[in-house]
């Protein structure tokens, strides 16, 4: 039988398991990237590990979430990373170089590699025809040091796009009708393969767009083939010699084909609060608007902004409306400004921001009172902007553009013509931003720079034989790692520091729970469908695990958030019939009696409330169980105290 793109990386890096579906395979990782907001917790675990240097074909750690220095800890982190970089072999990626994903993209990434990130938009790389995955810091952390990073074998999803985009169209309106067809959680345990002859109409950058949102999908990653057009591309940015040709073969079998036709798609938004809330503009009509941004590393490529500059030149931002732009990355930036295109967003009125992440995170710009903001981001979440009672609307580029000038939400077909917005033969290369790693010898006599900010990590417990105690808090479905650990300018600059970080904790949602789960001491958390989807911030589990949290039960779990549950230490389970979820109130005193024994052999633990007992299931590997029953991935590997 032929195998899929997914199925030859997964093979040719293969080094425990088999590959049947629904069974943990472990994986050769090639590349790691961190970024600074999950990267300093990861490099700390990576010096407790006491692995001397990083044992990876290439790691860089990048600076571009927590840019706003308003006091001395996101400076401190900065140094922190660099310093670490320097010692075990990593390159660094100074602030100002751009979003970690974009500059990847554009620098490093390989196609045919695996690549995994503490990030959880990483596979933007598949773009390039890359494996790539969203990790939890401590399994960068691992990988960095030469061991495998588990996923359980997915199902194979292929997405069959036919024909081409309309003019005005874009690769962010692909997306936002996958998301429209498959919902947040429906990626959930699958790879997304793209292929189909409209492949070939989409630019690597625009790829990038669609695999960058398989993360609201929830999938385990998404992917393209890479063919001649990841060859131009790589050409452009003078690695040809790195570009391999990567397809799926003809008789490849797939759990499940979705078809698409690129030439009947208009352009959309994903209204509030979800990114799969996915409305045409005609549907949602004219809207008036407060704010409109662009950016994120799911749309600042070069091409992307080009065509924004193209909309305003000539033209002035509408009074009503705050317009920034955030190129992705230094190349991009710099290639603005050589071709005119910047002059033509300032002259505009566009407010240019550096290359990072930026409002994306809530690292300023937070829109007005119940403002309306468009934004060409992947996420909006409630209260990710900063304004809680903020309305953003996810779009493409050109609808952003087309929307900024009118000062209401606009189709951006209605500006007529579209010109060709082609990527140039060769892009503008200069890595003087990036910090080679110092050689084995200079290494051995560096140490890390920690500055007062940076605390240490929380270390879980060995589960003991039964638990007992309240539920602290009982929330719905779909519960983001923006709800359980909020990010933000005022939240960020503690993402090194977690006894300052837990008063934050679930803080959207309930400002109580962490005095309150503080005061019990211990507790269990008890959520619906899809909890944790969003980023892959290991600190939604940290944190809970410094306050406290044995156990989360939900009727389904989000990847990412689920691994990074067991390598803290804390027991994710699920309803084996979610209307159990109906007997628990908060507050509610919960028995897990013989949990250890459950988990050690693997049979299903029975929650018992108020006389009733409930039957729950651990779905963990053995791998797995042996990390909660020792207490969480550090202590097992004896790093932990
Ligand atoms: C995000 O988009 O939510 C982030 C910030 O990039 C996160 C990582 C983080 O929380 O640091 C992600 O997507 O993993
Ligand atoms: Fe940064 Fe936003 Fe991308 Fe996350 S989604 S990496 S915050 S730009």
């Not at 069974?23 to 001397?52: H, K, S």
């Not at 799969?276 to 949602?284: A, C, Q, R």
């Not at 902007?385 to 000062?407: F, H, M, N, R, W």
């Not at 479905?477 to 939240?491: Q, S, V, W």
Request: glycine share 10%.
């Amino acid at each position: 039988m032929g195998k899929t793109i997914a199925q030859k990386i997964i093979a040719s890096h293969l080094l425990s398991g088999e590959m049947i579906k629904g069974t943990e395979v472990g994986l050769r990782i090639d590349q790691t990237l961190t970024q600074d907001a999950t990267g300093t917790m990861a490099y700390l675990e990576f010096e407790a590990m006491g692995i001397p240097r990083v044992k990876t074909e290439l790691s860089v750690a990048y600076i571009d979430h927590n840019t706003l220095q308003s006091g001395f800890e996101n400076a401190d982190d900065h140094r922190f990373i660099q310093s670490a970089a320097k010692k075990f072999g990593l390159r660094f990626s100074r602030p100002g170089n751009g979003i970690c994903h974009q500059v990847h993209l554009e620098r490093f990434g390989i196609p045919g590699k695996t690549l995994i990130g503490s990030d959880s938009h990483t596979p933007t790389g598949g773009g390039l025809g890359m494996l790539a995955f969203g990790a939890g810091g401590l399994d960068v952390a691992v990988a960095m040091g030469g061991g495998a990073y588990y996923i359980v074998m997915p199902k194979m999803t292929r997405i069959n796009l036919h024909g081409r985009l309309g003019a005005w169209v874009s690769a962010k309106d692909v997306i936002l009708e996958v998301l429209r067809l498959m919902s947040v959680k429906g990626g959930v345990g699958k790879i997304i393969e793209y292929g189909g002859e409209g492949v070939k109409t989409l630019s690597v950058p625009e790829r990038a767009t669609i695999t960058n949102m398989g993360a609201e999908l929830g999938a385990t990653t998404s992917v393209f083939p890479s063919d001649e057009i990841t060859y131009e591309f790589m050409k452009a940015q003078g690695r040809e010699a790195d570009w391999c040709e990567i397809k799926a073969d003809d008789d490849a079998e797939y759990d499940e084909i979705i078809d698409i036709d690129l030439s009947a798609l208009k352009p959309a938004a994903a209204c509030p609060h979800s990114p799969d809330n996915v409305k045409s503009i005609e549907e949602i009509g004219s809207i008036k608007i407060d704010q409109v941004c662009v950016g994120s590393c799911t749309n600042s490529s070069f091409t992307d902004m080009l065509k924004v500059a193209h909309i305003l030149k000539g033209r002035t931002v509408a009074d009503n409306v705050s317009l920034t732009v955030t190129p992705g990355s230094k190349q991009v930036y710099n290639m603005l400004a050589e071709c005119g295109a910047l002059a033509d967003m300032i002259a505009a009125g566009a407010r240019v921001l550096e290359c990072t992440c930026g409002p994306c995170i809530g690292m300023g710009q937070s829109p007005v009172s119940a403002g309306v903001s468009l934004r060409t981001f992947n996420r909006n979440f409630l209260g990710r902007s900063g304004t809680k009672d903020a309305q953003v609307y996810l779009v493409s580029p050109e609808t952003a553009a087309a929307s900024a000038i009118a000062g209401v939400l606009t189709d951006p077909r209605t500006l007529g013509n579209m010109p060709a917005f082609t990527l140039p033969d060769s892009c503008l290369v200069n890595d003087n931003m990036i910090i080679m790693p110092a050689d084995e010898k200079e290494s051995e006599t560096l140490s890390t720079v920690k500055g007062p900010n940076i605390k240490e990590c929380p270390i879980g417990e060995p589960i003991p034989a039964d638990i007992v105690c309240n539920c602290v808090l009982k929330v719905g479905d779909n519960i983001t790692t923006d709800h359980i650990m909020p990010a933000g300018a005022k939240i960020l600059p503690y993402r090194s520091n977690i006894p300052h970080l837990s008063q934050f904790c679930f803080a959207v949602c309930d400002e109580s729970f962490a005095e309150r789960a503080k005061k019990a001491g211990k507790g269990i958390i008890v959520g619906g469908e899809n909890y944790g989807q969003g980023s892959s911030r290991e600190h939604a589990a940290l944190v809970p695990l410094y306050l406290g949290i044995k156990a989360v039960i939900s009727k389904s779990f989000a990847r990412i958030h689920a691994d990074n549950l067991v390598n803290a230490g804390i027991i994710p389970l699920v309803f084996d019939n979610p209307a159990d979820y109906d007997l628990i109130e908060q507050d509610s005193e919960l028995r897990l009696d013989g949990i250890r024994a459950a988990i050690e052999n693997g049979t299903d633990p029975v929650l018992t409330v108020g006389g009733r007992n409930i039957v729950l299931h651990a779905k963990l590997s053995e791998r797995q169980r042996e990390i909660l029953l020792a207490g969480g991935l550090l202590r097992k590997t004896g790093s932990g105290k």
